[in-house]
């Protein structure tokens, strides 16, 4: 166990918020003290501290110069970081404290500082900060979403990694140097790492009547193509028959796939159409899916629509529907098109009791939108506090690989991988959404052979493939332990 305390009482949510998220992750035990209560603990524990001054302390003792972060221009733009940033052996430094005009680590005998603000550093990333300050409408894409090239980590190209790993990395390290007995344990048991699986349901059936003949109608005159025409109709024809399957009705090979590699997956099931398309669960064939990936042993997760990332009654009415097929509310969500706004979007979640999150990734580049590779419980800096659900942050979507970076399936494969070796120094966490309908091969040609390469390369690399529900099972066990 150790010690942490504050100096700026002001700042103890959000300094407590940091501190309990790297003892999640290490699974140290931590007590939190007000530094005019450290005169009435022994010298002899290990004493984290952050503030402007350096408290008296005579045990082991690191101490963390706090910037001007949560000072008067807090919430505000004059608040985001100066850039081009400082670096520290290569790591983008965010918020630096002290008078050091360069960033340090420190040691004197039993006392290590540093002025490398690692509380306000790893609070910007995993809040979302620059997205609650920098909200502004002329940032924000076709779908009012906030895009990775606006964001800092794109721009000082730290993206691909996991930024507040590596902050609580030096911290680790700087507890070992003091410490040196101390050992991480196993996050993922007998695992190196952990990639978890995730589909998301966008359509169930690719054909339907209706929409078929205004497509072939379109096909026809709109784009002045016949050919296109004639075989989209063929194809219709052929799945009616049954001679074909329909090109979205991929969950029997889904499943055979991932079962032979003792995996399982998370299903995300919207439950009501909206102009995106969609579909309501009452339909047989969408029963009938559902059914069959849960009875092969797979979760069943909400793919919460497209108007509800910021209304609350949406969610509500979504989660009920979902509830009353599964019978039970226990069930985490990803927002349809990724669409987001921090922190409403969680506080909306919570209020709905949706048990985990899985959509915070930017849409348009994969990589660490949170600068995490592990779940994470969100605080609201609105309401400064944490919230009551966790956060398995996205990684990568297979459409921002192929429709925004224009990726080849190899190019595709190569980028998974790289981000796999990644997360596996870490003992960290790789969320992958594939959706159903991305096993099309006439439309995504190579891109359902990539997939089973990723499931063969986990393998091979020692990692845990499985579902969201068991990732935070694991991982919120093995911090009990």
Excluded at 365 to 378: D, K, M, S, T, Y
Aim: hydrophobic share 35%; with cysteine; glycine share 6%.
């Amino acid at each position: 166990m150790f010690i942490a305390s504050v100096e700026n009482e002001t700042v103890s949510n959000q300094f407590q918020y940091i501190i309990k998220t790297f003892s999640q992750i290490y699974r140290i035990p931590c007590q939190i003290l007000r530094q005019d209560e450290l005169q009435n603990q022994a010298d002899n524990g290990l004493l984290i501290s952050y503030g402007k001054k350096l408290p008296t302390w005579q045990g082991k003792h690191i101490h963390i110069y706090e910037s001007t972060f949560f000072g008067e221009e807090y919430l505000t733009a004059k608040s985001l970081p100066c850039t081009p940033l400082p670096r520290y052996n290569d790591l983008p430094v965010l918020y630096l404290g002290g008078e050091g005009k360069e960033p340090f680590i420190n040691r004197k005998g039993n006392l290590i500082e540093t002025n490398i603000d690692l509380i306000a550093s790893s609070f910007f990333m995993l809040t979302r900060y620059e997205e609650v300050v920098n909200h502004v409408p002329t940032i924000l894409d076709e779908h009012e979403r906030f895009p990775a090239i606006a964001s800092i980590a794109y721009q000082e190209n730290f993206l691909h990694r996991p930024i507040v790993n590596e902050y609580f990395e030096i911290l680790w390290y700087c507890i070992k140097e003091l410490v040196p007995y101390i050992e991480k344990k196993s996050l993922w048991r007998d695992k190196d790492f952990a990639l978890c699986l995730t589909h998301d349901v966008d359509a169930v059936q690719k054909y339907k009547p209706l929409s078929e003949a205004l497509t072939i109608g379109g096909l026809l005159l709109k784009q002045h193509s016949p050919k296109k025409a004639a075989t989209r109709f063929v194809d219709n024809i052929l799945v009616a028959l049954r001679k074909k399957n329909d090109p979205f009705d991929t969950f029997d090979m889904i499943l055979n796939l991932e079962q032979r590699y003792d995996a399982t997956s998370t299903f995300f099931f919207m439950t009501e159409p909206d102009f995106s398309g969609g579909y309501c669960l009452d339909e047989p064939k969408v029963r009938q899916t559902i059914n069959k990936v849960s009875a092969a042993g797979a979760e069943i997760g909400l793919h919460a629509g497209y108007y509800s990332y910021n209304n609350q009654e949406n969610i509500n009415r979504q989660k009920g529907n979902l509830t009353k097929i599964l019978q039970h509310g226990n069930f985490g969500c990803r927002q349809h098109y990724l669409r987001w706004k921090t922190p409403d979007t969680w506080r909306i979640q919570e209020e709905c009791g949706i048990i985990y999150d899985t959509t915070l990734c930017f849409a348009d580049h994969e990589g660490f939108r949170a600068g995490i590779c592990h779940p994470f419980q969100p605080f609201d800096i609105k309401e400064n506090r944490i919230l009551n659900l966790w956060e398995i942050p996205l990684t990568i979507m297979d459409g921002s690989l192929f429709n925004y970076r224009k990726l080849s399936p190899i190019e595709g494969l190569s980028t998974i991988e790289s981000y796999i070796e990644t997360v596996k120094k870490l003992q960290g966490l790789l969320v992958l959404l594939w959706h159903n309908s991305f096993f099309d091969s006439d439309i995504y040609p190579g891109w359902t052979d990539i997939y089973e390469k990723v499931l063969a390369s986990t393998v091979n690399a020692n990692g845990l493939l499985t579902n969201a529900n068991n990732i935070l099972n694991h991982f919120i066990n093995s911090t009990s332990r």
